[in-house]
């Protein structure tokens, strides 16, 4: 009944747009090239590549890091502007040659505001439309050659291509990303993702920090005795390179990661989890806890799994416009050879130790029948319990009486009934020796 909604709510509500990536450029990848009379420093060849479509909007200077296919002349000078090492950090780009690097700079320990902040505006292929929803994605990476750490990145949609001397933007951001705690992964590029409403006419994106997101909480990639000096080591500044950016209106669109309903299933069963087979959408197992073994294919919608014990799998899903969702799944693994325990000896002395017999299960979700026999096949103790045995096994237990009085020591047979968590229904007789 789920997959039958959402499918229908797709076909009614879902707009009918075209997926089109509404940023100019994403990848940052192209530019116009300016001989110089000289190789700088900083620069690999001759050229000065000056990106067509992103820029600074203030008087910051974030710093454009393209490789292209040129050769990379100055390799083992430090500050060269080459792909991956370069005057800013080491870090290839998340797609193509290209990838824009910004700062925020604190001068003074404890200092919980920035002096520069550094900025990029890019252009968009067409003005949003108001009271529509658009999702917005890209990927950062934070430099190790900058100790402050940052917890949030604003992203502010203008309608005029605004530049100010100043060194921050007074500008009120429609998005401020929080990442939830201090970025500091140096080694992978991170999808983040938000939605907005536009207000109608917005032509222009910028991403970077903004006066109305101060005071900045700032945290630190190394510890106070690592030798952080310049160069290349920026004591008081973070650095954060972004690449792949991307808006699409994604008006009257819903999706919900689906990893498939709980469930139980015999040790040495299959079964296979999700539902969704989107190809237009992006993949990703992992076991959380139990048989890490059982998850041959990571990256297929529906992964067909054996799991030896009791296994979590988690399911992370990147839809067509960029956004995540999580969902998990559990699946209980049976022993269906032997799914309950009854012991064989019990002693109902009242020391406080075995003086009940119990029907002994993680796998039952109702006890229809525990009955006692004496030798001459008369009933002396019969109970059921609706209660999962994995829950609580003191609902339904023998305490070794009969008609209220002590039974006499002796062997007696007993009968289980019992429904597991996978609907099987099991029986199980056997003997029992009471003692005293």
């Given at each position: 009944?789920?997959k039958?909604?959402f499918?229908?709510?797709?076909t009614?509500?879902?707009?009918?747009?075209?997926q089109i990536n509404?940023?100019?450029?994403?990848?940052?990848?192209e530019?116009d090239?300016?001989?110089?009379?000289?190789?700088?420093p900083n620069f690999?060849?001759?050229?000065e590549?000056?990106p067509?479509?992103w820029?600074?909007?203030h008087s910051g200077?974030?710093?454009y890091?393209?490789?292209d296919?040129?050769?990379?002349?100055f390799?083992?000078?430090?500050?060269?502007?080459?792909l991956p090492s370069?005057?800013r950090?080491?870090q290839w780009p998340?797609?193509?040659?290209?990838?824009?690097?910004?700062a925020?700079?604190?001068y003074?320990?404890?200092?919980?505001?920035?002096r520069?902040d550094?900025s990029?505006?890019?252009?968009?292929?067409?003005?949003?439309?108001?009271?529509?929803?658009?999702?917005l994605?890209?990927y950062?990476?934070?430099?190790e050659?900058?100790?402050?750490?940052?917890?949030q990145?604003?992203?502010?949609f203008?309608?005029?291509?605004?530049y100010?001397?100043?060194?921050t933007i007074?500008s009120?951001p429609?998005l401020?990303i929080?990442?939830?705690?201090?970025?500091?992964d140096?080694s992978?590029?991170?999808l983040?993702?938000?939605?907005?409403?536009a207000s109608?006419g917005?032509?222009?994106?910028?991403?970077g920090?903004?006066?109305s997101?101060?005071p900045?909480?700032f945290g630190n990639?190394y510890p106070p005795e690592y030798?952080c000096?310049y160069?290349p080591?920026?004591?008081?500044?973070?650095?954060?390179?972004?690449d792949?950016a991307?808006?699409?209106?994604?008006t009257?669109?819903y999706?919900?990661?689906?990893?498939?309903?709980?469930?139980?299933?015999?040790?040495?069963?299959?079964t296979?989890?999700?539902?969704d087979?989107?190809?237009?959408?992006?993949?990703?197992w992992?076991?959380v806890s139990?048989?890490s073994?059982?998850l041959d294919?990571?990256s297929i919608?529906?992964?067909?799994?054996?799991?030896?014990?009791t296994?979590?799998y988690a399911?992370y899903?990147?839809?067509?416009?960029?956004q995540?969702?999580?969902?998990t799944?559990?699946?209980e693994?049976?022993?269906?050879?032997?799914?309950v325990?009854?012991?064989?000896i019990f002693s109902p002395n009242?020391?406080g130790?075995n003086?009940?017999?119990y029907v002994?299960?993680s796998?039952v979700?109702?006890?229809?029948a525990?009955r006692?026999?004496?030798?001459?096949?008369e009933e002396v103790?019969s109970?059921?319990?609706?209660?999962p045995?994995?829950v609580t096994s003191f609902?339904c237990g023998?305490d070794?009486?009969c008609?209220?009085e002590?039974?006499p020591q002796a062997?007696?047979?007993?009968?289980v009934?019992?429904?597991l968590?996978?609907?099987e229904?099991?029986?199980?007789?056997?003997?029992?020796?009471?003692v005293?």
């Amino acid at each position: 009944m789920k997959k039958i909604l959402f499918i229908l709510f797709l076909t009614v509500a879902f707009n009918s747009k075209a997926q089109i990536n509404l940023v100019v450029d994403p990848s940052m990848e192209e530019y116009d090239s300016v001989l110089l009379p000289s190789i700088p420093p900083n620069f690999c060849d001759s050229f000065e590549r000056i990106p067509k479509f992103w820029r600074s909007p203030h008087s910051g200077s974030p710093d454009y890091i393209v490789g292209d296919s040129n050769p990379c002349y100055f390799s083992w000078w430090p500050y060269s502007c080459c792909l991956p090492s370069n005057y800013r950090g080491i870090q290839w780009p998340k797609s193509g040659y290209a990838y824009y690097f910004f700062a925020s700079f604190a001068y003074y320990i404890g200092y919980d505001t920035t002096r520069q902040d550094e900025s990029i505006i890019g252009d968009l292929t067409q003005p949003l439309e108001p009271g529509r929803t658009y999702c917005l994605s890209f990927y950062l990476n934070q430099s190790e050659y900058f100790d402050l750490l940052l917890d949030q990145i604003g992203v502010f949609f203008s309608k005029t291509n605004y530049y100010t001397p100043w060194p921050t933007i007074d500008s009120i951001p429609q998005l401020v990303i929080h990442f939830g705690e201090f970025f500091r992964d140096t080694s992978c590029w991170v999808l983040f993702n938000g939605k907005f409403t536009a207000s109608g006419g917005e032509k222009y994106i910028t991403f970077g920090t903004f006066e109305s997101q101060k005071p900045y909480s700032f945290g630190n990639l190394y510890p106070p005795e690592y030798d952080c000096s310049y160069p290349p080591c920026w004591r008081y500044a973070s650095g954060l390179f972004i690449d792949m950016a991307s808006l699409y209106d994604c008006t009257g669109f819903y999706y919900e990661a689906e990893a498939g309903e709980n469930r139980s299933l015999c040790k040495g069963e299959e079964t296979t989890l999700g539902w969704d087979e989107n190809t237009a959408r992006t993949f990703n197992w992992n076991v959380v806890s139990g048989d890490s073994a059982s998850l041959d294919n990571d990256s297929i919608p529906r992964p067909t799994v054996i799991p030896q014990k009791t296994t979590v799998y988690a399911l992370y899903v990147v839809d067509e416009y960029v956004q995540e969702h999580f969902d998990t799944v559990t699946v209980e693994v049976i022993d269906c050879e032997n799914p309950v325990f009854v012991p064989n000896i019990f002693s109902p002395n009242n020391d406080g130790q075995n003086d009940v017999l119990y029907v002994r299960s993680s796998y039952v979700q109702e006890l229809t029948a525990f009955r006692i026999f004496n030798r001459w096949g008369e009933e002396v103790f019969s109970c059921r319990t609706s209660t999962p045995l994995s829950v609580t096994s003191f609902e339904c237990g023998w305490d070794g009486t009969c008609r209220g009085e002590p039974a006499p020591q002796a062997v007696y047979t007993y009968y289980v009934e019992a429904v597991l968590l996978n609907g099987e229904t099991v029986v199980k007789r056997g003997n029992v020796t009471l003692v005293r």
